[in-house]
């Protein structure tokens, strides 16, 4: 068997899968400093990486050149909106001059909506998107940004609209007048199909979605030229004379302005809708890490897509508009372009094989969005804030995300299922108001970074004045809804706007999520929350999951006196009395030339080991310290930890004496970790857990990832089993020996869970000060 070419530097994932001590899965976090023995605390999620985002690679590699980004957006943004909207857009404001306006005016806003988005991906090239642009902007109020992305996205992000085109569509072609049922029957089985193929069949998924995109793009294509013969020629010679019903429209000064609507609350709605139909400019941001060259294709292919679909659909439009006379066209429905279709080339082909054709292509649309949408589901749920977040997030049991899957089958099948008329267009609404919300946050974030954040690198920059004019127009687009309208009653007003009170419920809903989950719940129960990266036993990887850690009532054992009673071997740690020649610790060089080799000696006297390898030290003092300008300092780490995990134990003599690993790695080997006060310690003491007490299954890997390596600790679950220790008064001549690994596993103690505590009668004390030292301890046995 052939073996596969190695992977560049640009190919390697994020973080490599590893396994938990017992072969379970694994949660990860991710802690970008060099720093393996305790992160900061209530720090496990590094979100202002961005010195790292450039490196940050998905695991299958940059894949996609420009060609595939660009047909990734303008294939997303192509969907049933061009097919379907006219018609709708057209009955709401009455005329063919705002509704062509309206498709301009749209073009133009969506730049707008373009540039705030290549200014955050160029700036922080990663994928995942607005998820990523709003954890970045706002990180305040903890998780709030995440829960809100997270709940628009489960009940917001379905493929209905599509799916009921596709239906209607069908039986079009079929010329058989389905009824409701029918035709929501249709797409149901659509939408089923859909998620079954994905879920069980990925590879095949995956081909039938690029042959319907190709398909599309072809009579997107064809749709151009059509338009273009339309405009230029005016063929009526070329239809068939028993389907025309009535004359195609003269285009005039008066007529383009007849019946106009001029109310905001109307256009505005009809703006959205225009939206919809632009929606996926920003698709390539939700997957940056896989594109090559990602910031100048960014930029180049997502300008180009806008481009093209704005010339494109202006021409669709013009040519609705002369085949089609305009009282047809707004009793069209969801039916206009096939009803162009059989204007221009006559029952036989236009009535059946071009709207099947846009069947094809909302089918096609259907099967992207669901593949696409199932990933960031999948993604969201990872972090830990939806139900059944284990099941959503996995690939089991045929390697696609079949979980994320059916939670975005649910509220689809939900929504086809409502008995309720012209549902199409409340769900174009419904899906677009919310969205003005998170737009109107990205763009004041972003304005606000400007200022907050100068040093930012930003290869593309936001027209400044655009973007206040995107704030103006979500507030005015926000508000519209509720701006009364002459001759309507309140209550039958509130029914016409009934998609923007479901949407904001939808983001009040998401609020009140985001308090009880990540506020109200744990101050119930005592425990904060945590972020960390899951990796599951069946292969998913780097993904960002919610892990709590449990604040619970432990009874932490004093055991002055009885020091002796307590070895490495037979609890994992050992009071060990040696006095230091060095007594203030503030120059790191004179630790390191005088305090490392006595602390060399002293392991050696203290495990009878022959040789000793100091690789670091961390010195903890108060978070501002007169000795620490620059802040460099650390204060105790309040979080239960063990300095490293059993893979990476090996991987750090590989690391720092890799000439002779090999031979090292033959032999018994241990790291200890030395731990000795500055000056005596009472405020915030130093608590370690008998290792015997703690099981493997209690341990989670947490990966940390350097320019150069990876590392790994454990974090610690919460169990009451835990039996703690501590040296009450613990001064600088009694020096810790902690056991973080030891490669014999024969029952005695292999490593230590440890963290500092809060001893309340103790906090008017003075702050803890306290060195240590980490080292390799090597044996000839």
Not at 92 to 97: F, L, Q
Not at 583 to 597: G, M, W
Not at 733 to 745: A, G, Q, R, T
């Amino acid at each position: 068997m052939a073996s596969s070419p190695p992977r560049t530097p640009d190919q390697e994932p994020l973080l490599e899968r590893a396994r938990s001590p017992n072969g379970s899965s694994s949660s990860y976090s991710t802690i970008l400093k060099d720093d393996e023995e305790n992160p900061p605390n209530n720090v496990q999620l590094d979100r202002s990486v961005e010195n790292d985002v450039l490196p940050e690679t998905a695991v299958l590699g940059r894949n996609l050149g420009w060609s595939s980004a660009y047909i990734l957006i303008i294939s997303r943004v192509i969907g049933s909106g061009i097919f379907a909207t006219p018609g709708a857009i057209v009955r709401s404001v009455g005329s063919v001059g705002i509704t062509l306006i309206l498709w301009i005016v749209g073009a133009l806003l969506s730049w707008i909506g373009l540039a705030v988005s290549l200014e955050y991906g160029t700036m922080l090239p990663r994928s995942g998107g607005d998820k990523v642009y709003l954890e970045f902007t706002y990180r305040h109020p903890r998780f709030l940004a995440t829960v809100l992305i997270g709940v628009q996205s489960v009940l917001l992000g379905f493929t209905a609209s599509n799916c009921i085109v596709f239906g209607e569509y069908v039986f079009f072609a079929l010329d058989r007048d389905a009824s409701k049922f029918e035709q929501k029957l249709l797409a149901l089985g659509l939408l089923t199909a859909i998620i079954i193929v994905h879920s069980c069949f990925l590879k095949t998924g995956i081909f039938i979605q690029n042959v319907l995109g190709w398909i599309k793009i072809a009579l997107v294509i064809f749709m151009i030229f059509t338009s273009l013969f339309v405009v230029l020629f005016r063929p009526n010679e070329a239809t068939n004379e028993a389907s025309m019903t009535s004359h195609p429209i003269k285009i005039n000064r008066d007529f383009l302005w007849e019946g106009s609507v001029w109310n905001w609350g109307i256009i505005s709605t009809a703006l959205f809708k225009v939206f919809y139909s632009y929606a996926g400019l920003q698709n390539v941001n939700n997957v940056l890490n896989e594109v090559k060259n990602p910031v100048k294709t960014l930029k180049s292919a997502a300008s180009t897509a806008l481009l093209t679909a704005c010339i494109l659909y202006l021409f669709i439009n013009i040519a609705y508009f002369l085949v089609v006379p305009i009282e047809d066209i707004k009793d069209s429905g969801e039916l206009i372009a096939a009803l162009f279709f059989e204007r221009v080339f006559g029952a036989q082909v236009g009535k059946v094989m071009l709207p099947l054709a846009v069947a094809i292509s909302a089918a096609g649309n259907v099967m992207v969005v669901s593949f696409s949408h199932a990933r960031v589901i999948q993604e969201i749920a990872r972090q830990g804030f939806l139900p059944f977040s284990r099941v959503i997030s996995s690939s089991k049991p045929f390697h696609a995300p079949m979980g994320a899957l059916i939670t975005h089958y649910i509220p689809s099948f939900l929504v086809i299922c409502i008995p309720a008329e012209n549902i199409y267009s409340f769900i174009l609404d419904v899906e677009g108001y919310p969205a003005q919300y998170f737009g109107l946050a990205s763009t004041l974030g972003l304005i606000w970074l400007r200022f907050k954040r100068p040093d930012l690198h930003r290869p593309y920059k936001a027209f400044l004045p655009a973007l206040w004019l995107r704030i103006a127009l979500s507030i005015a687009l926000l508000v519209a809804p509720f701006v009364p309208r002459k001759g309507v009653g309140l209550i039958e007003h509130l029914g016409q706007v009934s998609y923007a009170i479901v949407g904001t419920s939808i983001i009040l809903f998401g609020i009140l999520y985001w308090y009880i989950v990540t506020v109200l719940i744990p101050r119930w129960k005592g425990y904060q929350l945590e972020e960390a990266v899951e990796v599951l036993d069946d292969g998913t990887k780097t993904v960002n999951y919610q892990h709590p850690t449990i604040q619970v009532d432990t009874t932490i054992h004093d055991i002055s006196g009885d020091e002796d009673k307590y070895t490495l071997d037979s609890h994992g740690f050992q009071i060990y009395k040696r006095e230091s020649k060095e007594k203030d610790f503030v120059d790191n060089a004179k630790i390191k030339a005088e305090y490392y080799p006595e602390t060399e000696q002293l392991l050696k006297d203290a495990t009878g080991a022959s040789r000793i390898f100091i690789f670091d030290h961390t010195i903890r003092r108060q978070a501002v310290d007169k000795r620490d300008p620059e802040g460099k300092l650390r204060g105790p780490g309040k979080r239960v930890h063990i300095d490293q995990s059993y893979s990476a134990s090996e991987g750090r003599v590989r690391y720092h004496l890799p000439d002779e690993a090999d031979e090292l790695l033959k032999k018994r080997f241990q790291i200890v970790n030395v731990w000795r006060p500055i000056k005596t310690i009472y405020k915030d003491p130093l608590g370690v857990a008998d290792a015997l007490s703690c099981p493997d299954s209690d341990l989670v890997a947490a990966a940390l990832i350097y320019a150069d390596r990876a590392g790994e600790t454990y974090t610690v679950k919460p169990n009451p089993g835990h039996r703690w220790y501590f040296k009450y008064a613990q001064r600088p001549d009694e020096v810790m020996l902690i056991k973080c690994y030891d490669s014999l596993d024969d029952g005695r103690a292999r490593r230590i869970p440890h963290s500092a505590f809060t001893n309340p009668a103790e906090e008017d004390k003075d702050p803890r000060e306290s060195i240590e030292a980490r080292a390799l301890v090597f044996y000839d046995y």
